[in-house]
T-cell receptor, first 115, second 110 residues
Framework: DSGVTQTPKHLITATGQRVTLRCSPR?????VYWYQQSLDQGLQFLIQ???????AKGNILERFSAQQFPDLHSELNLSSLELGDSALYFC??????????????FGAGSRLTVL | GIQVEQSPPDLILQEGANSTLRCNFS?????LQWFHQNPWGQLINLFY???GTKQNGRLSATTVATERYSLLYISSSQTTDSGVYFC????????????FGAGTQVVVTP
């Protein structure tokens, strides 16, 4: 157990629907990162939050949004889902933002299947 | 943005063999990490190594930041080493966009 909790582990839904993925960071970590991994693809950076504020943004679609709450958990909202959104969505956490000894710890991922 | 290239893309090893995986990056970094994604999809942090050399059991890593590359060594490989190895870097002008390479797929056969 890495200490980063992601729910749900698996999710099957239909095109056009909306889903919410949840992430609880490791105790003491203030940064949360979201990554998308499509089949046989690498890890695509979506967005990072630090202590409730957005700090870095990748190629996140307008249909996707995220936030980090005061208790530091984060949610990734995916709407108007398309077949191509089927992927493994990872959350990672780290103690701080920026460089230095800022080590990423990943959750087990949420596997989204859009039919 | 920073570019990260990993080589080779695929590697097939016989149990007991040694191997070297490479990660090249296009800009200055202040954070570099190696990860192993096992066949069940779990991502495990192997090393935080922005510079210098570290060892952990049969694995070791070296980063030469001035020449913009890092190497991951696997010695006496075991079937449990199978999976995909990723390096991730954070450029000095970024707060949190860790850029991952495409990975090296390693298969260790008995």
């Amino acid at each position: 157990d890495s200490g980063v909790t992601q729910t749900p582990k698996h999710l099957i839904t239909a095109t056009g629907q909306r889903v919410t993925l949840r992430c609880s960071p490791r105790s003491g970590d203030l940064s949360v990162y979201w990554y998308q991994q499509s089949l046989d693809q690498g890890l695509q950076f979506l967005i990072q939050y630090y202590n409730g504020e957005e700090r870095a943004k990748g190629n996140i679609l307008e249909r996707f949004s995220a936030q980090q709450f005061p208790d530091l958990h984060s949610e990734l909202n995916l709407s108007s889902l398309e077949l191509g959104d089927s992927a493994l969505y990872f959350c990672a956490s780290s103690p701080r933002t920026g460089g230095g000894a800022n080590v990423l710890t990943f959750g087990a991922g949420s596997r989204l299947t859009v039919l | 943005g920073i570019q990260v290239e990993q080589s080779p893309p695929d590697l097939i090893l016989q149990e007991g063999a040694n191997s070297t995986l490479r990660c090249n990056f296009s800009d200055s970094v202040n954070n570099l990490q190696w990860f192993h994604q096992n066949p069940w999809g779990q991502l495990i942090n192997l090393f935080y190594i922005p510079s210098g050399t570290k060892q952990n059991g049969r694995l070791s890593a070296t980063t030469v930041a001035t020449e913009r590359y890092s190497l991951l060594y696997i010695s006496s490989s075991q079937t449990t080493d199978s999976g995909v190895y990723f390096c991730a870097v954070l450029s000095t002008d970024s707060w949190g966009k860790f850029q991952f390479g495409a990975g090296t797929q390693v298969v260790v056969t008995p």
